[in-house]
């Protein structure tokens, strides 16, 4: 399963990365926001890179933005795998790529705690970050329904009381068999 999960988190986080820039950017022409230099900031910051004042290179924005989003990927990939599909899933993923980023944007001394940010910027930057988790939800679930229910979702289905809409999962008695 890790292994599947590995190329797969990847594809879909590379996937939800593109989708999200694309939709940063038709949203970047409409609202005359510039770009934001953070990600190559903070990557600079991590790797020890000499920092530049002003704008960053694109491709150091670009190696940390989509470095991120696929390796984030991994993880969501591996929710699937396990059974954690669907919108709910995709929206605690959510919060771990919006805490990600705090965690190295604030560890770094790039960014501020978002409490702190002016609400506008707040809005925009949970919207984008909420397309990603929900556009690389889509893709991992996807790769991984491929392989049948995960383990969670098995358990579910033999079990007095839980929700039968967790996907398409096959009756099974404890030992596995089809009933």
């Known amino acids: 399963m890790m292994k599947r999960a590995l190329w ?43 920092e530049r004042p002003g704008a960053r290179p694109p491709a150091v924005n670009l190696g ?18 396990a059974g954690l599909r669907g919108p709910l899933s995709s929206a605690k ?17 790039v ?16 919207a984008h970050k909420a397309v990603y988790a929900f556009v690389t939800g889509l893709v991992a679930d996807a790769l991984a329904a491929r392989n049948g229910p995960g383990p969670g979702q098995r358990h579910a289905a033999v079990r007095p009381g839980r929700h039968a ?4 999962v096959p009756r099974r008695d404890a030992y596995g068999r089809g009933r």
């Open 8 to 50: 797969q988190g990847l594809v879909a986080g590379a996937v939800g990365g593109l989708v999200m820039t694309l939709g940063e950017k038709a949203e970047q022409r409409l609202t005359g926001r510039p770009d934001s230099h953070v990600p190559a900031r903070v990557l600079e910051r991590l790797t020890g890179m000499q």
């Open 64 to 81: 940390m933005h989509f470095g991120q989003a696929a390796a984030l990927g991994v993880l969501r990939s591996v929710m699937a795998h």
């Open 93 to 109: 993923f959510a919060v771990v790529r919006l805490t990600n980023d705090q965690i190295l944007e604030n560890a770094t001394g």
């Open 111 to 126: 960014g501020a705690p978002p409490a702190t940010w002016p609400r506008r910027e707040l809005v925009v930057d949970l």
């Open 165 to 168: 809409d967790v996907g398409p």
